[in-house]
């Protein structure tokens, strides 16, 4: 269960790898999507560790991923401030996942506009109700911690909103960490179903708001909202704050809604 077990296998020439531990980062017949998001983001980053900070990225999850993967990476582009380099997870001759990373140096900045505060604070997570303590999928019942982050139960607005954090913290450089937990809600959606059936994540987008991002005792609060949900798709929007109500990542996520 340890996340070491996602990242050491790594190789910074790409290739071959293998994911020892895979089975308590599964999601039904895949990985956790925040997981291959850190693994093809390892993998860029060992490939190429003279990249200035990440700003944003594209993830496709195409197919689903076990524990033995093939990596592939390569520079798409390298310009004076940006680059953008691409990797790919490969599983049985296929590609299983691909993803676009855009990285760029600081510059002198010409529009300064603070994200705003998240509507409705949902209080410190410390005092908050934890839950999913012995249910759910593996991936978070073996490698998070969550908490109750707002006051609505069963159906409803199609939004959902948790405290999370790792079981395991201090792992991680603070942008890894970010893209393991990106993802570790279920779709804003799945409050507006009709009936109970499986949900897949189809693909991720996000900005980075923040390179270096700090919070406390591992705490982020995370958003999930569908915008749009029918023909058994969900446009949903994904942030995370940390504890002290900074937004950090502002993402996009295609989800199918089955059943």
Known sequence: MSISSLIDPVPAAGGPANLSQAEAWMQGRTLYGGALGLVAYTAAVRAFPDLPPLRAAQIGFVAPVGGEIELRREIVRQGRNVAQVRSEIWTGGQCALTALWVFGTAREPNAVHPAAPPANWPGDPEAAEPVMVDSGPAFIRNNFEL??????????????????????????????????????????????????????????????????????????????????????????????WNAEGRQVLDAMQAAAIFG
């Open 147 to 240: 908490r109750r982050a707002q006051d609505e139960r069963g159906p409803g607005a199609p939004v959902v909103r948790r405290w999370a954090r790792l079981t395991q913290r201090d792992v991680l450089d603070p942008v890894s960490e970010l893209i393991l937990m990106g993802d570790v809600l279920p779709p804003g959606a799945m409050r507006a179903m009709q009936r109970q059936g499986p949900v897949s994540s189809i693909n991720w987008s996000f900005n980075l708001l923040d390179t270096a991002p700090t919070t406390r005792d591992g705490w982020w609060l995370s958003e999930n909202a569908s915008q749009h949900a029918d023909d058994g798709y969900s446009s949903e929007r994904l942030r995370l």
